[in-house]
Structure formats: C-alpha cells, structure tokens
C-alpha cells in the first residue's frame, strides 16, 4: 500500500512538473513574440514624423527674413525645454523611436530661440 501512494505521489509530482514546464515554454514564447502593430500605431508614427518638418518654415522664415516679430520667445523655449524632459524620459524606458524625434524637435525648436534672440 505504501508503495503504490509513493507512484501515485510521484505521478502527480510529475504531471505538475510537466504541467509548469509547458506553461513556461508557452509564457516564453508569449515574451518572445513581437506585438502587433494597431492602425493607431501607424497613424501616431506618421504624425511623429510629420509633425516636426512643419516647424522647418518658421525656422527658414526667420532666418530668411532676418525677423522674429511676433514669434514668442517664451513658448518656444518652453518648447525647446520640454522636449529635454520627453528625450530623459524616453531614453529612461528605451523608447529610441520617441529620442530621435524629441531630438529632431529640440534641434528645430533651438534653432527658432536662437533666431529670436538674434533677430528681435
């Protein structure tokens, strides 16, 4: 009799043992599949890119015309400073996509205070 409670012990040891490495082989394969992208997801990456190149002409409107009346210094340093905030907080969580365009913004919005200061 003790011995057949041993095996059954043992056999319900074993099921558990199988049971917890398939669903660790599951919950790995679960990790190592790449998400799905959402529709949403490509309309925000489009407007992340997009977004940024419509500050391009009021940094060649400065520049060309060698004028910033009626260009705010304080919302565009507020600008400027800010994407250093989103930049920190996006190298932080690894979100590289979201560094490279709080770069590129930083670049253009520096370049706006830059010719506000020079040409007010």
């Known amino acids: 009799m003790f011995k057949s409670t041993t095996n059954s012990a043992?056999?319900?040891?074993?099921?558990?043992?199988?049971?917890f490495m398939v669903r660790h082989a599951q919950a790995q394969k679960h990790l190592q599949q790449k998400a799905r992208r959402d529709?949403?997801?490509w309309v925000l990456y489009t407007f992340m890119v997009a977004t940024p190149l419509f500050e391009i002409?009021?940094?060649v409107e400065i520049y060309r015309t060698k004028s910033a009346q009626n260009?705010?210094?304080?919302?565009?340093s507020f600008f400027a400073l800010s994407n250093l905030a989103w930049?920190?907080?996006a190298i932080r969580h690894?979100?590289?996509p979201l560094v490279l365009?709080?770069?590129i913004y930083f670049v253009l919005e520096t370049c706006i205070v830059a010719g506000i200061l020079l040409y007010r």
């Open 39 to 41: 529709p949403l997801d």
């Open 94 to 96: 690894k979100l590289w």
């Open 101 to 103: 365009i709080y770069s």
């Open 10 to 19: 043992n056999m319900d040891n074993k099921s558990v043992y199988t049971t």
């Open 71 to 76: 260009v705010s210094l304080i919302t565009w």
């Open 57 to 59: 002409p009021q940094v």
């Open 87 to 89: 930049i920190a907080y």
